[in-house]
């Protein structure tokens, strides 16, 4: 219950706006972020990460905080193939991280921190640091888990406003949740209780057939 009290406290500390929901994923952006013109970034593939090439990707959302240089950006972008955070796969995304700022957007990222966490939104987080256009500017790269499809977050920041917005990009990455991926799958304790109950019946099933089989006889 700790993970999921410290995550409450956080969403209840930080300012966050309300809840954005699409494509199959529920998350509520920083108070002072809002929805972009999607022309201005359709066919970017910022923030698309994916360990497999061949995955399809597509960006869901793109939100400002103010207008200008200085603003800070937030990108959601859908990936095909489920995402599972485990510490393996912490350095896989990390990698796929890197390789993506300088392969797909001709951009050195200097990677600060990779980390995983858990709780009630599980994701990778990888933090980095960039130079765009003569400015500094704080990347963080969250690979959200998912079944079949998994969302990508990507927040970029103005080094100087850093500080200032951290809170608030820690408590909407901790509302995120996808919605529609459980019922698809049953859990795996219920599968198995399922199995354990059908396996029981269909052997109650044959012994009373045997028994009922033997009395027709006598």
Do not use: C
């Amino acid at each position: 219950m700790l993970p999921a009290g410290l995550a409450l406290l956080s969403l209840g500390a930080a300012s966050l706006g309300t809840e954005l929901r699409q494509e199959g994923y529920v998350i509520r952006p920083p108070q002072a972020f809002s929805m972009s013109r999607m022309d201005l970034f359709r066919g970017t593939r910022a923030g698309a990460v994916s360990g497999s090439p061949a995955a399809l990707r597509s960006l869901s959302a793109a939100l400002v905080d103010r207008p200008g240089q200085d603003a800070a950006t937030m990108l959601i972008s859908m990936v095909d193939g489920s995402f599972q955070p485990t510490p393996a796969m912490r350095d896989e995304f990390s990698a796929a991280v890197v390789k993506h700022f300088t392969e797909s957007l001709n951009i050195t990222l200097s990677m600060e921190r990779s980390e995983l966490v858990e709780g009630v939104a599980p994701r990778i987080e990888v933090l980095g640091m960039i130079r765009h256009e003569g400015q500094l500017r704080k990347v963080l790269i969250a690979g959200m888990s998912g079944r079949g499809r998994h969302a990508v977050v990507t927040f970029s920041v103005p080094s100087a406003r850093w500080s200032e917005l951290w809170p608030e990009l820690r408590a909407s990455l901790d509302s995120f949740r996808s919605e529609g991926s459980a019922s698809k799958e049953i859990p795996r304790g219920l599968a198995g209780a399922t199995a354990g109950a059908l396996a029981g019946a269909l052997i109650a099933s044959l012994a009373v057939w045997r028994r009922r089989r033997r009395q027709s006889r006598t």
